[in-house]
């Protein structure tokens, strides 16, 4: 079986949730999603819409100081 390349919009969340040592309850609070929505996106499990795309990178934008 082929693993699928990681998608862009995942990697920065990774690293944020390192980072910040936030959890992910709190982290999908402020994106308005489910914490568990969140760990399967990361983990691979599902992929994230358009939409969630653009949730992620707007989250990021606002709370992900490089």
Same mark, same amino acid.
């Given at each position: 079986?082929?693993? $699928? ?9 990774? $690293? ?6 936030? =959890?992910? @309850? ?10 568990? =929505? ?9 992929? @994230? ?12 934008? =606002?709370?992900?100081?490089?």
């Amino acid at each position: 079986m082929q693993k $699928e390349k990681e998608i862009p919009e995942l990697k920065q969340p990774k $690293e944020f949730k390192k980072k910040s040592g936030w =959890t992910y @309850p709190k982290i999908s609070e402020l994106m308005g999603v489910h914490a568990q =929505t969140i760990v399967f996106w990361l983990i691979g499990k599902y992929k @994230p819409s358009l939409m969630a795309r653009e949730k992620i990178r707007a989250f990021l934008d =606002t709370y992900f100081i490089k």
